[in-house]
């Protein structure tokens, strides 16, 4: 009888958030989760109005329990981490015990946070990104960060369809985490995720090419003192790491 309740209560939280949301339905035509220009105000103050019935609904312990990574190449994530910790960020999350592996680059940075709205496929939400953002708008939110919003909001089975928005476990599809977009507030690093192929399980074999992506994500993560995990999560050891760098840089000379 209480796993059923607690299931019930679990299935309302979506619904909750349907229902909170019935009257908002809006569609903006620039990926600008700011809503900056004039003529999106109206937008603005719905896309607000999402997140708040959201963080009224989510189940926030489950949030909290996810895997968060943000994804990318070694370029564009040292450009990441130099970002100020008050701006709002992407990521995908997994569950515990879950294989960490995504299509949007070969290595993450693995984020604690806020999570501040979900969807279990990012197109849902069409946050945008911060490279397209122009200077003025990252000047005007120095000091209180760059907010990311839901730029479309719809009803069902349609671009934005409120109910593949991610409240709970049971609204949480796993099948599709490597296109999900949880957004973070208030986030830091705590480790790196690598997942190309053979590394690290067959590092030796994978590094002994020093043009190989994989020597120079090695040394990419090694100029930092964050933990270094692989798909599995279970962390690397750094002298592992270092050791096979070195034999790289004697066969390169």
């Given at each position: ?23 908002i ?27 708040r019935?959201?963080?009224?609904e989510a189940?926030?312990e ?16 040292e ?33 604690e946070?806020?999570?501040t ?5 990012m ?29 479309i ?13 991610i ?16 957004i973070?507030?208030n ?33 990419f ?33």
């Amino acid at each position: 009888m209480i796993r059923a309740l607690i299931r019930e209560m679990l299935l309302e939280d979506l619904e909750g958030f349907v229902n909170r949301t019935k009257d908002i339905s809006y569609f903006s035509s620039i990926d600008l989760p700011t809503f900056d220009e004039p003529h999106q105000k109206n937008h603005r103050s719905m896309a607000k109005a999402v997140k708040r019935a959201w963080a009224l609904e989510a189940d926030h312990e489950f949030m909290k329990s996810l895997i968060k990574v943000h994804w990318g190449d070694r370029k564009s994530l040292e450009k990441f981490l130099q970002i100020s910790r008050r701006n709002e960020i992407s990521t995908s999350a997994y569950l515990p015990g879950a294989i960490v592996k995504s299509f949007w680059g070969s290595i993450g940075v693995v984020i604690e946070g806020r999570v501040t709205l979900a969807a279990n496929d990012m197109n849902i939400i069409s946050s945008g990104y911060f490279g397209e953002l122009s200077s003025e708008i990252q000047k005007k939110y120095a000091s209180s960060g760059i907010p990311k919003r839901a730029t479309i909001f719809r009803g069902s089975d349609r671009l934005g369809a409120k109910d593949s928005f991610i409240l709970d476990r049971s609204s949480y599809a796993p099948t599709q985490s490597s296109r999900n977009e949880f957004i973070v507030d208030n986030w830091k690093p705590v480790g790196f995720v690598v997942s190309s192929l053979g590394f690290p399980e067959n590092i030796e074999d994978s590094l002994l090419n020093p043009d190989a992506p994989l020597y120079h994500n090695a040394v990419f993560v090694l100029q930092h003192s964050l933990p270094v995990y692989n798909q599995r999560m279970e962390e690397i050891p750094r002298s592992s790491i270092e050791a096979e760098v070195e034999k790289v840089k004697k066969f390169m000379v």
